[in-house]
């Protein structure tokens, strides 16, 4: 078949949108034997059996049909009521909560409704791969706030403010941050919230990792005085509930934005999948031992791993969330990109470069914890061997 010419058909954003540097590793890993992935941001558990049958139930009784546009009535309101118990934070399930599919599509609908051409988002880096496509995609401009690991990648306040001009118009906040594991506390997040309301801006706070806090409760900037009125909450039920699959989310914010969202939800996905909101609702009334559980094994994963990090050469600060380490590799003189390379060939380990997350993460590497205890160790086994070469 003749190949039409991508510079003549495809759009000019499109074509300047990169693929994912993690898939691309996770390509590479699946194509060879042997190989121990630290790499996929997937807890390392499947999914409750109770939440299962809710989903099974849910077909046998028939309830294969669209639901309403923002979701299950039903589960909105368990969402409502578990956001304000777990995170206190307080929404009306009939205006202020839509459900997505996944927290991914939840991203896309914000930016798509509150970002206009020319737009400045500002976004703490390192940070999720999909943010800065994102906002190209919805016609604004990504701008990168550089975090580093001598502050363990806590965005300040200081940052911040020297970041906004007369075009910033929203900020992404991603704490637990993905890929670093950097947590915010609440006099932290105070301080940010002043220089938000001080140039009122609007905030996009991506809170998926929220339940995995592993030494603090998680702290919402939504919580906080007058906040609430300019912030949308991202969250869903993958990480926590170990429903990736399932592909279900939610936003929760002011009624006034969240029917812009609304609206192009309709248009471009209709509803989220009936069946998966059944699962949701089981998961939210009846999985929080399961959750406590998880995050109890994730915590001993963390700390096994990140002091085995530190032991064979390769700082680490501790993270206060997710399931990610974000060890440091330049004492060992090559690129992330290099070392993710020749550590996947040599010892069949997989990580994703640092420098895929932004800038500011070149000279690190993620390593998802979200693996076995077993698989943990071989895999600072073979890492250790692979760095002791090098340094």
Known sequence: MKQLSPKNYL?????????????????????????????????????SWNICEAAY????????????NAGLLELRQEISAYLQQQFQLEYDAEKEIIVT????QAIDLAFRALVDPGDEVLIAEPGFVAYAPIVQLAGGIPVPVPTTADNHFKLTAEQLDSYVNEKTKLVLLCFPNNPTGATLKREELDKLAAVIRRHDLLVLSDEIYAELSYDQSHCSIAALPEMAERTVVISGFS??????????????GPASLLQAMLKIHQYTMMCAPTIAQHGALEALRNGREDVDKMVASYRRRRNYFVKASNRIGLPCHMPGGAFYAFPSIRDTGLTSEQFAEQLLQEE???????SVFGAGGEGHVRCSYAASMEALQTAIERIGRFVEKRL
């Open 101 to 104: 599919t996944g927290a991914s």
């Open 57 to 68: 139930a849910s077909m046998e009784s028939g309830y294969t049909s669209y639901s309403a």
């Open 11 to 47: 759009s000019e954003t499109a074509r300047s949108i990169k693929p994912s540097g993690i898939r691309r590793f996770f390509d590479l890993a699946n194509e060879m034997e042997g190989v121990i992935s630290l790499g996929v941001g997937e807890p390392d558990f499947v999914t």
């Open 348 to 354: 069949r380990v997989a990580v994703v470069p640092g």
């Open 239 to 252: 990480k926590a509930f170990a429903m990736t699959g399932w592909r279900l989310g939610y936003l929760a």
